[in-house]
């Protein structure tokens, strides 16, 4: 069994979205070094049904199948702004509408963006502690970027980028793994 399906998601509705352009490096970054299949949501793809759902089925078919794709992902690349020290209401709605099993062993990579380096802790504090009740495997580098670290919404920072990157290699054992796993039997 190889991993096959990398799923992004920003917890931005901005267009453009510092998150979403840093997602997006990392999804391609990852996509092409290990040959996966990326896909890359926002909030905004969600829809208007997100705002009253109180669980997955009162979201409509197109935000469920996003739901579901995220859910079902091999490698899940998530990034949210930091919105007064965490991330955005929108973004953790999303998140509690996936099942608590649904993400169990899955590798993550956290990334978040901000105005300054007043919030960079915003991935040990707020995101890896949400993704460990998934039992997730939020790896151990994640990756944040301030507003100085972009030129046109893009990550431009070298240093920024080569975090990136580093995350990136520490999908390797991941992806090792899922190679030399037995198929089962169906």
């Known amino acids: 069994m190889a991993l096959r399906k990398l ?3 920003a917890g931005s509705f901005n267009k453009p979205s510092r998150s979403r352009a840093l997602v997006d490096l990392v999804a391609d970054l ?4 290990y040959g996966l299949v990326a896909s890359v949501y926002d909030v ?4 208007p049904s997100l705002g009253n ?3 997955a089925g009162d979201l409509d078919i197109k935000a ?8 079902e992902a091999d490698v899940l690349v998530v990034g949210t702004p930091t919105y007064k020290g965490s991330y955005t209401g929108l973004f953790k709605h999303v998140i509690d509408l996936i099942d608590p099993g649904a993400l169990l062993g899955t590798p993550v990579i956290l990334t978040a963006t901000g105005g300054g380096d ?3 802790l915003i991935v040990e504090h707020q995101l890896r502690p949400l993704f460990g009740f998934f039992q997730a495997h939020a ?3 994640a990756i944040y970027a301030a507003d100085r670290d972009f030129t046109d919404y893009q990550p431009a920072a070298e240093p920024i980028r080569q975090r990136a990157r580093q995350a990136v290699a520490e999908l390797a054992p991941f992806v090792a793994a899922a190679q030399r796993a037995p198929i089962a039997a169906e």
């Open 7 to 9: 799923v992004g998601f």
């Open 30 to 33: 990852a996509a092409q070094r």
């Open 44 to 47: 905004a793809d969600f829809g």
């Open 53 to 55: 759902a109180r669980r």
């Open 64 to 71: 469920q199948a996003i739901l579901r794709d995220i859910a």
């Open 118 to 120: 007043r919030h960079a």
């Open 139 to 141: 790896l151990p580098s």
